[in-house]
C-alpha cells in the first residue's frame, strides 16, 4: 500500500535531509508520494522529485500553506488520505503539530516519534524520555506516523518522479502567521550535521557561550545546547538537545559542561562517537562517553581551540 | 472566559524508571506520582491568566485512575477552581491513548464551554505530544502548539511557538487550544493554607460512559524494553591526548 510524506518546506525550501532520512525509514512501507506545500513550493518539489525512492511529488502551491500553518496543512493532508495507508513525516515542529490533527480528523491513533518499522503495523517508539523502547502494534487502518530521523540514512539523489499539481479548499481563517524569529547562521544545521558542540549548565553564562561556538567553528560543527543552558538562557530554544528537544545523531558529539541528565543523552546517544568535558568525575556523561577528559572547560576548551 | 487545564497523573520526573523485566512496560507499583511537569505550566498560565482577571474560572480535568484525585487535589492547591476526575482506569498501568483522552475532553468542552484548553505539550510517560492537537481537530478549533509565550487579545490570542529554526509567533482566533512548552512560566508551589483550601474544593467524579466515550485501545504493546546501553570509554588524561585519539583511534577528526 501506498505512503504520503509530508515535507518541511522552510522559506520555499525543502529540508532535504529530514525528508530523504525518513524516505529510508518507510520505503518498505510501499511507493512513497510525497507532499510539498507552501507558496513558491515549486523549486523545492522538484528538488524533492530528484530523491532516490520516490514515485510521485504531489505540489500544494497555495499561500494558506505558508509557514506551516497546522490547521490548513492537516486539512490538505486529510483532503488526500483517502489513496493512502501510511501518512508521514519526520518528527520536528511541523508534524508535531499537525500529525496528530490529522490522526483525530481520519479517527486514528498518531504514532509519535518511531525509531524502527517492523512491518506495516508494527513499530518502535521511546516512551519515559527515552528509559524504554516500546514495540506497539495498530488496530488502525490507517497510520500517521512522525519518524525520529537521527538514526537513519539519507536517500540519495538520482530519481526523477513526476510532480503533479494538488489544491484543496481549506479554511484560513483559524489562524494567521505574524513572525519568525530565526537567528540566521553560515554553521551546518543541527539535526544533520557531522559534529555537534553542546554546552551545558557547567558554561555559566551566555557570554562565555561563545567559548562552546568558537570550538564548534574551528571544527565545523553545529551548536547545541542542554535543557539546563536553555532554561538558564545561555543559549536559544532551538539549540537544545534532548527529548523535548532535537535528536541528533552525528559522527562526533562533544558535550562541554554538561551533566548527562537522561533527558539530554536521549537527545544524543547514538552519536558515533562522544566526547564529555567535565570538572566534576562522577557526571553521568562520562557513563556514555566514548572520551572523557576531566578539566575545568574554561582551559580545556581554549586549549583546543588553539590545537586543533 | 473560562479555561480548562487537563492534567495528567504521571510517574514524578525525579524517579528513576524501571522496564519490567518480563518486558510488559515500566514498573509503576509503588513509585512516586505526579502532576505531568508540563501540564503544572499549563495550570500556572491559567491561574496568571485568572490572576490577571482575563480568566473567570479555571477548571481543571484528568482522565485516569482513581488516584489522580491528588493531581487535580495538587491543581486546585495551586489556585484551580474546580475539578473533575474521570475516572477511566482501575489499574495505574493503563494508559489512556491521546485520541481517547481528547474524545473525552472534546465532551467536556461541550459542557463546560470554556473559551480556552490550555494543555501541556506532551506527557512524560508516553511521551505522545497528541492530545492538543487531537481535541483541537476534534473541535474544530485553532491551535497553537508549543507556546512560549501567550497574550490573549480579545477574539484572538498570541502565541510565540518554540519551533526547529527558533521562534514563530502566530495568532489564533477564539476558542483555542494552547500547548504549552517549559519555557512559558515556573510553576508556584502550593502554600499549606492554600492545600488546606483545596480540600473544600469541589470535584466531580465521572465516567466515559457518563460521555459516551469508547476508551479502547488502539495500540497494543508488543514489549517495552530497555533500550541499547552506551558502554563508557576512556578518560584521556589531556587535551593533546584528546584530539591525538579522536584523530588515529576514532578518526572523525
Not at chain 1, 25 to 47: H, I, M
Not at chain 1, 231 to 248: E, F, I, L, R
Not at chain 2, 120 to 148: P, R, V
Amino acid at each position: 500500500m501506498a505512503v504520503l510524506l509530508l515535507a518541511d518546506v522552510v522559506a520555499g525550501a525543502l529540508a532535504t535531509d529530514q525528508v530523504a532520512k525518513a524516505l529510508t525509514a518507510v520505503k518498505s512501507l510501499g511507493p512513497v508520494t510525497v507532499l510539498v506545500a507552501g507558496p513558491d513550493a515549486a523549486a523545492a518539489a522538484a528538488e524533492a522529485a530528484t530523491l532516490s525512492g520516490v514515485a510521485k511529488v504531489l505540489l500544494a502551491e497555495d499561500a494558506a500553506y505558508a509557514h506551516g500553518l497546522s490547521e490548513p496543512t492537516a486539512a490538505l493532508v486529510v483532503s488526500l488520505a483517502g489513496d493512502y495507508e501510511h501518512i508521514v513525516a519526520a518528527s520536528g515542529a511541523l508534524s508535531k503539530s499537525v500529525l496528530p490533527r490529522v490522526a483525530a480528523l481520519l479517527d486514528v491513533m498518531v504514532i509519535s516519534e518511531v525509531l524502527a518499522v517492523h512491518d506495516a503495523t508494527t513499530f518502535d517508539r521511546p516512551i519515559y524520555a527515552g528509559n524504554a523502547i516500546q514495540t506497539v502494534k495498530t488496530s488502525d487502518a490507517k497510520k500517521v506516523l512522525t519518524i525520529r530521523t537521527a538514526t537513519f540514512d539519507a536517500a540519495g539523489e538520482g530519481g526523477a518522479a513526476p510532480v503533479e499539481t494538488v489544491s484543496a479548499s481549506v479554511d484560513g481563517s483559524l489562524s494567521s502567521w505574524v513572525e519568525d524569529r530565526v537567528a540566521s547562521s553560515d554553521r551546518p544545521e543541527l539535526t544533520s550535521a557531522g559534529i555537534v558542540v553542546s554546552g551545558g549548565r557547567g558554561v555559566g553564562s551566555q557570554a562565555d557561550f561563545a567559548l562552546i561556538e568558537k570550538l564548534a567553528d574551528k571544527l565545523n560543527a553545529a551548536v547545541g545546547a542542554s535543557r539546563a543552558a536553555v532554561d538558564s538562557g545561555y543559549a536559544p530554544n532551538d539549540w537544545q538537545v534532548g527529548q523535548t528537544g532535537k535528536v541528533v545523531a552525528p559522527e562526533l558529539y562533544v558535550a562541554v559542561g554538561i551533566s548527562g541528565a537522561i533527558q539530554h543523552l536521549a537527545g544524543m546517544k547514538d552519536s558515533k562517537v562522544i566526547v564529555a568535558i567535565n570538572k566534576d568525575e562522577e557526571a553521568p556523561i562520562f557513563q556514555v562517553a566514548d572520551y572523557g577528559l576531566v578539566a575545568d572547560l574554561f582551559s580545556a576548551v581554549p586549549e583546543m581551540i588553539e590545537k586543533l | 472566559m473560562k479555561v480548562l487545564v487537563p492534567v495528567k497523573r504521571v510517574i514524578d520526573y525525579n524517579v528513576k524508571v524501571r522496564v519490567k523485566a518480563d518486558g510488559s512496560g515500566v514498573d509503576l507499583a509503588n513509585v512516586k506520582m505526579s502532576m505531568n511537569p508540563f501540564d503544572e505550566i499549563a495550570v500556572e498560565e491559567a491561574i496568571r491568566l485568572k490572576e490577571k482577571g482575563v480568566a473567570t474560572e479555571v477548571v481543571v480535568v484528568s482522565i485516569g485512575v482513581k488516584q489522580a484525585q491528588e493531581t487535580l487535589r495538587n491543581a486546585l492547591a495551586m489556585g484551580a477552581d474546580r475539578a473533575i476526575l474521570i475516572e477511566a482506569a482501575s489499574d495505574v498501568h493503563t494508559d489512556i491513548e491521546p485520541l481517547a483522552v481528547a474524545k473525552l475532553l472534546a465532551a467536556v468542552v461541550r459542557e463546560e464551554a470554556p473559551g480556552l484548553v490550555l494543555c501541556g505539550k506532551q506527557a512524560i510517560d508516553n511521551d505522545m505530544n497528541a492530545t492538543g492537537q487531537m481535541l483541537a481537530a476534534l473541535l474544530g478549533w485553532s491551535q497553537g502548539t508549543f507556546a512560549s509565550e501567550v497574550a490573549i487579545e480579545g477574539d484572538h490570542a498570541k502565541v510565540t511557538r518554540e519551533v526547529d529554526g527558533g521562534l514563530q509567533t502566530i495568532t489564533v482566533r477564539m476558542p483555542t487550544i494552547i500547548t504549552v512548552d517549559l519555557r512559558l512560566n515556573e510553576p508556584r508551589y502550593a502554600s499549606l493554607p492554600n492545600i488546606m483550601k483545596a480540600k473544600a474544593k469541589p470535584l466531580a467524579t465521572r465516567t466515559p460512559a457518563d460521555y459516551g466515550v469508547d476508551v479502547s485501545p488502539r495500540l497494543s504493546v508488543v514489549k517495552t524494553v530497555e533500550p541499547a546501553g552506551r558502554k563508557a570509554g576512556v578518560k584521556v588524561g589531556s587535551v593533546d591526548e584528546l584530539i591525538a585519539k579522536l584523530k588515529d583511534e576514532a578518526g572523525v577528526l
